[in-house]
């Protein structure tokens, strides 16, 4: 059973910082895709950052390009999100989630995910 579960967020004001964690367990996820996405009230989920956790590339959305980082904690099995320099746009609910790297379609294509965290809400005051 795969869980991804996920630490971290909160209220920072612009400018601020934090940190989520995406904890996952319940397989081997050396061939899977990570990926953060993010939901504002009323907006689509969005795509943020992914990488795969074997390696290789990161890709980030042009609107946190710089600003956010992905990495992984091998030992841990957790993927991390610093979220830097933050904006009241960042303000959303945000998602880590999982998929088998031979998934067909675009990585920054939400449904293209089998795995969810559950979401935990980053708020950024002005």
């Known amino acids: 059973q795969v869980q991804l579960v996920q630490s971290g967020g909160g209220l920072v004001q612009a400018g601020g910082s934090l940190r989520l964690s995406c904890a996952a367990s319940?397989?081997?996820?050396?061939?899977?895709?990570m990926g953060w996405f993010r939901q504002s009230p009323g907006k689509e989920r969005e795509f943020v950052s992914t990488?795969?956790?074997?390696?290789?590339?990161?890709y980030y959305a042009d609107s946190v390009k710089g600003r956010f980082t992905i990495s992984k904690d091998n030992a841990n099995n957790t993927v991390h999100l610093q979220m830097n320099s933050l904006k009241p746009e960042d303000t959303a609910v945000y998602y880590c989630?999982?998929?088998?790297?031979?998934?067909?379609?675009?990585?920054?294509?939400?449904?293209?995910?089998?795995?969810w965290g559950q979401g935990t809400q980053v708020t950024v005051s002005s």
């Open positions: 989630a999982a998929r088998f790297s031979l998934t067909s379609g675009n990585y920054y294509v939400a449904n293209t995910y089998s795995y």
């Open positions: 990488m795969h956790w074997s390696g290789g590339s990161t």
């Open positions: 319940g397989r081997t996820f050396i061939n899977y895709r």
